[in-house]
């Protein structure tokens, strides 16, 4: 699922990859105009702009500290701002009517004519298109493009473009390219306080701030000029915020030439005016990345793995690696894992970079190599060769071949070794191609053994056998060693066994119900037989068998069953004769009886004694193991006849009360069966002939007494 994911993500960022550029394209840019106020008036603590202090070191922003005005007083910095020349224009009073419309290039203009958007909106403009110098606090000298409206020809600005700032949007999709924003003489620090500006700043652009560093936009906020200063000597304060912007504070120097130049760039328009001549502003921009990569080896054997390394450009925050073929198959971050190719072919590289300003991808095609190693085998991997021959093993598979160090080799040329040995041995070869190694494989070279045949005979005394060209009478081995042509030597041994005729005897004794067998029959009785034995050659041998039947010893061991409880102690096994024999069964440990270790029921316990002469017999006893608790407390005062019952059963409890007793019947295991009671005067009458054939318990609790008696119910 991991790599499933990583899949989808690399193709999602390299369908929305862009190219890095100089100089970034917001989607939109706001030019904020404000008045009259020099750098060290509106930066620092205790100036009354926190707000505007508050951009200074936003984490998108940029803080240009050397931002220098062209002129003074402020009429001539907006043309300047806006068309890179001051048109003429020397102080605050409207052109004069000879000199309007403008003409010349701007940066409005410029925007439409690349098939862009331009507007700009200014505060108490009292009308679309209004051309008259004041209005309440509005002031045209603040309005530039106003003095290219009613122009018909080139660089002309239509006057629906000048716009009151009530029309300015509250969805920011559906801002221009690019506009300005002029504050009246009270909210521009012009005639009112630091402290308006500030707060109408934050009132009217913080939302459209927010916004832009997330949608690709930019807010210029900058003054006109310093009012203290007759030249362009003291620094006024110019901000850069939105997406693309690096943090940071920034000493190159710049005016209003330059940062009309950057807008240009950044649409690549013409260059107004003075903006021409200055290089846009390039340090404070956060590019797209440029992904780049590398690794090493390029070139390597399956089973091997490579180090890849990130060289991308424009500072990514986020890696996402792909290596088909590879393991592990993708990665995310800056410094992947080795990557391991167990298979061979080339393979493919991709590396998609991000940073919040977009993606890059790069795809290394067929970048590595990655040659399998060989299959190592052999023609034979077993070689059979009778003792004094050679053996040839001939290996396949690679471009080179290492035999390894073996014994008795006489050569190992390229994937031949020629060897003889003496004893069994093993010897490996591997190879390698295009540098690759294969698995050592090995070959064994097997000695034959010479074949061997055994003859095993027997002769009669007096007699002969041939072998080797002789008459051979006297028992023993013998060994001839015979030659064929091709073959491996053959072994003959003969083993020769002379027979005597003779006669023996041997008594054995067996126990009273044992047989022995002789002669082919099943001897139970006691008395000599014989029997005549005719061997190869014709030998004779008598064989006489005393048989002795002993009999069985007598076994003695009480008799019928003694009952015991399932939590009782350990019932010592005594009694039987002949001592010294041995008791065995289920519980039985050390010749005493533990009732706890096999629970409730009937157990056989079998007493065996063997005597001097090897004969055994055995007797058994029954012990009944009832459940714990259901012993008697009376049970002697109890009478239950018959017993073993079929049918009926009838208990008499002697002296004691049972008129209001619960009479209860149990098995060996505790459990209460079902038995109809009749109560009597003397005792009970149970109702038998229903209950399984086994043992029972019949309890009767009275107000001082709990008697127990036992039964058996018969087959």
Known sequence: MKTRLLSTIICVLIAAGLNAQTVPTPDHVVVLVMENHGYSEIIGTNTGAPYINSLAVDSFAALFTNSLAITHPSQPNYLYLFSGASQGVLGDLTPASFQLPFTTANLGAELISAGRTFKGFSEDLPSVGFTGDTYNNYARKHAPWVNWQGNTAANHISASLALPFDSFPTNYNNLPTLCWVIPNLNDDMHNGTIAQGDAWVQAHMDSYIQWAKTHNSLLILTYDEDENSTGNSTPITTIFIGQMVKMGQYTEQIDHNRVLRTMEDMYGLGHAGASSTPAPITECWVYKPVSKLGATPLTICQGQAITVTDSSANSPTSWVWSFPGGTPPSAVGQHPPFINYNGPGTFNITLVTNNHMGYDTVVKTAYITVNPSP???????????????????????????????????????????????????????TGSTNGCHGDTVSAYVLINPPSTYTINTSICSGSSYAFKGQNISVAGSYVDTLTAANTCDSIVTLNLGVNQSLSSSTSVGICTGDSYSFNGQTLSNAGTYTDTVQAIGGCDSVVSLMLTVNSLPVISWGNGADTVYSNGNAVPLTGASPAGGTFSGAGVFANAFYPDSVGPGSYTITYSYTDGNNCMASATKTYVVIVAGIGAVAEAELALYPNPAQNQLTVKCGQFDITGAQPVVFDVMGRVVSAPITKRSDGLLIDAHLLAGGTYCIKIQTNDHQLIGRFVKGE
């Open 375 to 429: 299959s190592i085998s052999l023609t034979n991997d077993s070689v059979f060769i009778c003792r004094g021959q050679t053996a040839t093993l001939t290996s396949n598979g690679a471009a080179s071949y290492t035999w390894l160090p073996g014994n008795s080799i006489i050569s190992n040329t390229g994937n031949t070794l020629t060897a003889n040995p003496s004893t069994n041995s093993t010897y490996r070869v």
